[in-house]
């Protein structure tokens, strides 16, 4: 859309010299101007609706942003005449050409020309005290004779009743005139020759004085311009025709008051973007409140989990003789199992979840976890990437411990050795060695210090079944 913006009291002087002789009184057709002055005045009108543009239209609009349809009726019509068009009975933009290279402003034939044709007159009065002229007796060859125009064929189905005047001057100088293309088709009573003329009404049917008759009540005149057709001229005519490229003023006009100006694009451009700039972040904001939200709400839905999960101090396991009380000796922590004892997991944390099922869960490690002070951690057999491999005492045996080591402990590490676990306890098989048990702290205290460390985790099977699959 283009941004208009004028003032009703703004002047012309900026675009067109101001003459205050200008008068819209027949004597002229200088059509253009006048709307000009009135739409500067605030008059409105009809806008223009074609079903197509006329190229030259649009090339004379393009260079200024400016749509055609955007502006308003009375400078629609300005912009047409000024450029050479008129408007057909269908409602459809129609050249107009020149002759002798008269501008759109001259076509209005002088009545001496009328009379020197030998046409004589109709006269009428009007509210101003000016005598207004319509053609009365005047044949259609008479009336090309003075013609100053050349109209491309339109159809007009109602030419052969339509009565009116084909050449008339008068006008309210205050009128904004149409430009209104009729045919004037008839045949001479007298000679019996047809003729057909075409002529440009400023105002509409119902305000056209009918032939040989004035308008009621003194009512204004208005002009009207003969021209020929474009089918019934000479091709030596023809080439000797001028056709309007429009006026400067006019150009002036349009640049000035409905061109959009790049800053106004900008403009507009800027503020479609701060807008879908501004919903997107509402809606981003909204979003995000949202999934707050439901973490939240989650969180409080989930179930507390007590020590009493992990703490199991009866487990079974999977052989009568591990199965005795852990002995004295076997509760002497070494300086390692008490650096296990510190460390802990909080399992609420990411990727703690599945950990928790595969622990609690799982079918083959369910009363399976051994307290871990019941575990002496002797020496290393083996240290690999993620975890090693020790030699400890429990219940009186020699076991192998399998841990994870205590910098390298991530979220995803832990649910890949819980994984290891559940697989091993579920295998049984004299030939490998026997899984014991696990042993995963979660005390209050403890499951805070694991956030810095790790969750120890531990796979305990015999030592003397164990020893020869670490060198397998």
């Given at each position: 859309?283009?941004?208009?913006?004028?003032?009703?009291?703004?002047?012309?002087?900026?675009?067109?010299?101001?003459?205050?002789?200008?008068?819209?009184?027949?004597?002229?057709?200088?059509?253009?101007?006048?709307?000009?002055?009135?739409?500067?005045?605030?008059?409105?009108?009809?806008?223009?609706?074609?079903?197509?543009?006329?190229?030259?239209?649009?090339?004379?609009?393009?260079?200024?942003?400016?749509?055609?349809?955007?502006?308003?009726?009375?400078?629609?019509?300005?912009?047409?005449?000024?450029?050479?068009?008129?408007?057909?009975?269908?409602?459809?933009?129609?050249?107009?050409?020149?002759?002798?290279?008269?501008?759109?402003?001259?076509?209005?034939?002088?009545?001496?020309?009328?009379?020197?044709?030998?046409?004589?007159?109709?006269?009428?009065?009007?509210?101003?005290?000016?005598?207004?002229?319509?053609?009365?007796?005047?044949?259609?060859?008479?009336?090309?004779?003075?013609?100053?125009?050349?109209?491309?064929?339109?159809?007009?189905?109602?030419?052969?009743?339509?009565?009116?005047?084909?050449?008339?001057?008068?006008?309210?100088?205050?009128?904004?005139?149409?430009?209104?293309?009729?045919?004037?088709?008839?045949?001479?009573?007298?000679?019996?020759?047809?003729?057909?003329?075409?002529?440009?009404?400023?105002?509409?049917?119902?305000?056209?004085?009918?032939?040989?008759?004035?308008?009621?009540?003194?009512?204004?005149?208005?002009?009207?311009?003969?021209?020929?057709?474009?089918?019934?001229?000479?091709?030596?005519?023809?080439?000797?025709?001028?056709?309007?490229?429009?006026?400067?003023?006019?150009?002036?006009?349009?640049?000035?008051?409905?061109?959009?100006?790049?800053?106004?694009?900008?403009?507009?451009?800027?503020?479609?973007?701060?807008?879908?700039?501004?919903?997107?972040?509402?809606?981003?904001?909204?979003?995000?409140?949202?999934?707050?939200?439901?973490?939240?709400?989650?969180?409080?839905?989930?179930?507390?989990?007590?020590?009493?999960?992990?703490?199991?101090?009866?487990?079974?396991?999977?052989?009568?003789?591990?199965?005795?009380?852990?002995?004295?000796?076997?509760?002497?922590?070494?300086?390692?199992?008490?650096?296990?004892?510190?460390?802990?997991?909080?399992?609420?944390?990411?990727?703690s979840n599945r950990t928790l099922e595969i622990l609690l869960n799982s079918p083959h490690l369910q009363g399976r976890r051994i307290p871990y002070e019941s575990v002496t951690f002797k020496n290393t057999l083996s240290k690999g990437v993620n975890g090693e491999v020790w030699v400890c005492e429990y219940n009186g045996y020699k076991v192998a411990v399998k841990r994870l080591l205590q910098g390298n402990q991530k979220a995803e590490t832990v649910q890949a050795?819980?994984?290891?676990?559940?697989?091993?306890?579920?295998?049984?098989?004299?030939?490998?060695?026997?899984?014991?048990?696990?042993?995963?702290?979660?005390?209050?205290?403890?499951?805070?210090?694991?956030?810095?460390?790790?969750?120890?985790?531990?796979?305990?099977?015999?030592?003397?079944?164990?020893?020869?699959?670490?060198?397998?």
């Amino acid at each position: 859309m283009i941004s208009v913006v004028r003032s009703l009291e703004s002047t012309s002087s900026s675009i067109l010299q101001s003459d205050d002789s200008f008068v819209f009184d027949g004597t002229n057709s200088d059509i253009a101007r006048q709307l000009y002055i009135r739409h500067n005045k605030g008059d409105v009108g009809d806008q223009v609706n074609f079903t197509s543009i006329p190229e030259a239209i649009a090339a004379r609009l393009d260079p200024f942003n400016i749509k055609f349809n955007d502006l308003p009726g009375l400078v629609q019509r300005a912009v047409l005449w000024d450029s050479g068009f008129a408007i057909s009975p269908t409602n459809e933009a129609v050249q107009i050409r020149t002759i002798n290279n008269f501008t759109m402003a001259e076509l209005a034939v002088p009545k001496d020309e009328v009379s020197g044709a030998d046409c004589t007159f109709k006269n009428c009065s009007q509210p101003n005290g000016v005598t207004a002229h319509y053609t009365q007796y005047c044949t259609g060859d008479q009336m090309l004779s003075v013609s100053r125009c050349v109209v491309d064929i339109f159809e007009d189905k109602d030419a052969v009743n339509y009565l009116g005047a084909m050449w008339s001057r008068g006008g309210d100088p205050d009128m904004a005139p149409l430009i209104r293309l009729r045919e004037h088709s008839w045949t001479d009573p007298s000679s019996n020759m047809s003729y057909s003329v075409y002529a440009v009404h400023t105002v509409p049917r119902n305000l056209a004085a009918t032939w040989d008759q004035c308008r009621p009540d003194k009512e204004y005149a208005s002009l009207a311009v003969p021209c020929y057709r474009s089918d019934k001229i000479t091709v030596e005519m023809d080439e000797a025709l001028t056709t309007p490229q429009g006026t400067a003023w006019v150009t002036t006009w349009l640049d000035d008051e409905f061109a959009e100006k790049s800053g106004q694009g900008l403009g507009t451009l800027v503020l479609v973007l701060i807008i879908v700039g501004g919903v997107l972040a509402l809606g981003l904001f909204g979003l995000g409140w949202y999934c707050c939200c439901r973490r939240a709400k989650r969180r409080e839905e989930k179930p507390a989990l007590g020590a009493d999960d992990f703490d199991v101090e009866s487990p079974v396991y999977m052989t009568p003789e591990l199965a005795k009380p852990p002995t004295a000796s076997s509760g002497r922590l070494t300086q390692q199992s008490s650096v296990f004892s510190q460390s802990s997991i909080d399992f609420e944390s990411a990727g703690s979840n599945r950990t928790l099922e595969i622990l609690l869960n799982s079918p083959h490690l369910q009363g399976r976890r051994i307290p871990y002070e019941s575990v002496t951690f002797k020496n290393t057999l083996s240290k690999g990437v993620n975890g090693e491999v020790w030699v400890c005492e429990y219940n009186g045996y020699k076991v192998a411990v399998k841990r994870l080591l205590q910098g390298n402990q991530k979220a995803e590490t832990v649910q890949a050795f819980a994984e290891e676990i559940e697989l091993s306890a579920s295998l049984v098989h004299p030939n490998i060695v026997e899984f014991i048990g696990h042993r995963a702290m979660a005390t209050v205290e403890l499951a805070q210090v694991m956030l810095k460390h790790s969750l120890p985790l531990l796979d305990m099977m015999p030592f003397s079944r164990f020893r020869g699959q670490l060198h397998a």
